[in-house]
C-alpha cells in the first residue's frame, strides 16, 4: 500500500510544478507587457507636453511670422527615402502621419522639421531629461507632428512618430 502512494506522490509533485512553471511564465509575460506600456506611456506624455509648447510656438509665429520664433536647428525635410537624419520611418507610419493630417505622403516629405535638443526643451520649462543622450525631437509647427530619435518598439513594429504611437493598437 505504501508503494502505490510513493508513486501518486511523486506524479502529484511534478503536476504541481508544471502548473507552477506556468503561472510563471504568464506572469512573467504580463509583467514585461505592463514595464513596455509604461514605457510607451512616458514617451508619449513628453510628446504631448512638446506638442503644447510646439502649438503656442506656432501661434506665436502665425502672427509675427519672425523665424526667431521657432524653436530648435533646422529645419530638416524627410528625404525620399522616409530618412531624416539617422531615422527611417516606415511606409505605413508615413502614411499614418499624412492620413492624420490629412495631406499626401508627398506633402509630409516637404514639411519643415526642426531639431529640439534637452536645452531647448529646458528653455521652454519642460524637463532635460525627457531626452537621454544624442536623443532629439523633431517638430513639426504646422501641424503639430513630433517625431522622438530614438524608435519605440510596441507590437513587433518600430515607430517615431507621435501619430504612429498613437495608433499602435488600431
Do not use: C
Amino acid at each position: 500500500m505504501l508503494k502505490n502512494n510513493k508513486g501518486i506522490t511523486t506524479f502529484s509533485l511534478i503536476v504541481v510544478i508544471a502548473i507552477l512553471l506556468i503561472l510563471a511564465g504568464v506572469s512573467l509575460n504580463s509583467g514585461f507587457s505592463v514595464v513596455d506600456d509604461m514605457r510607451v506611456g512616458r514617451i508619449m506624455t513628453n510628446m504631448n507636453l512638446v506638442q503644447a509648447k510646439i502649438q503656442v510656438i506656432q501661434e506665436s509665429y502665425s502672427f509675427t511670422q519672425d523665424t526667431d520664433t521657432l524653436i530648435g536647428a533646422g529645419p530638416y525635410k524627410i528625404s525620399a527615402s522616409n530618412q531624416l537624419e539617422n531615422m527611417t520611418l516606415s511606409e505605413k507610419e508615413m502614411q499614418m502621419i499624412a492620413e492624420n493630417a490629412e495631406v499626401s505622403i508627398a506633402d509630409v516629405l516637404n514639411w519643415d522639421w526642426y531639431k529640439w535638443s534637452g536645452d531647448d526643451l529646458e528653455r521652454q520649462n519642460l524637463a532635460k531629461d525627457m531626452l537621454g543622450n544624442n536623443e532629439f525631437f523633431y517638430v513639426n509647427y504646422e501641424h503639430a507632428e513630433i517625431l522622438y530619435s530614438h524608435k519605440t518598439s510596441k507590437n513587433n513594429s518600430d515607430y517615431y512618430s507621435m501619430t504612429g504611437l498613437k495608433n499602435i493598437n488600431k
